[in-house]
């Protein structure tokens, strides 16, 4: 047994700017989706500071009610959003839920009903949104030809005039 902490200093995806970011209203279609369907969600991410700057808007799974142990957030997701001082873009998510599939005690991959959420972060351990989702229906196998991202799209608002 050791005494040093193992927290890691900073937390996986990250990163260091010389500006600030904002996240605000986050949106989601659907909060009720079967095993076959696909979750859509949006977010806005103003630059608040001075300077231009990247934020990497980080989306992980969290399955809190799996039949089997999963990992406690999986990165399923990103988007890189470029942005000049005081600009926002809206950056949008479309997640199929086989990105919630895993390997069942059978060996077969599988998606299965209850509970979700997505969390939206700059890092794994800066969580800035939530989205939890409800996933209902039977339990569906899938197989290799299951979808193995999300669709990303990220819109630049244009300002007040």
């Known amino acids: 047994m050791s005494n040093i902490d193992p927290t890691p200093a900073f937390g996986f995806g990250h ?13 989601v279609d659907e909060r009720d989706v079967t095993t076959d369907g696909e979750v859509r969600l949006s977010l806005t991410v103003r ?4 300077r231009s700057g990247t934020e990497i808007v980080q989306l992980y799974l969290h399955d809190p009610v799996a039949s089997v142990v999963r990992p406690v957030q999986r990165l399923v997701g990103f988007a890189r959003v470029p942005l000049d001082a005081g600009a926002g873009a809206r950056v949008d998510f479309t997640v199929p839920l086989d990105l919630a599939s895993f390997t069942a005690r059978d060996g077969r991959r599988i998606v299965e009903p209850g509970a979700l959420e997505l969390r939206l972060g700059a ?39």
């Open 15 to 27: 990163g260091l700017s010389y500006t600030t970011f904002e996240w605000s209203d986050l949106q």
């Open 47 to 50: 630059n608040t500071g001075e």
């Open 123 to 161: 890092s794994s351990t800066d969580i800035r949104l939530t989205a939890d989702v409800d996933v209902a229906g039977p339990v569906r196998v899938v197989d290799h030809r299951r979808a193995l991202h999300p669709a990303v799209a990220v819109r630049e608002e244009q300002p007040a005039r």
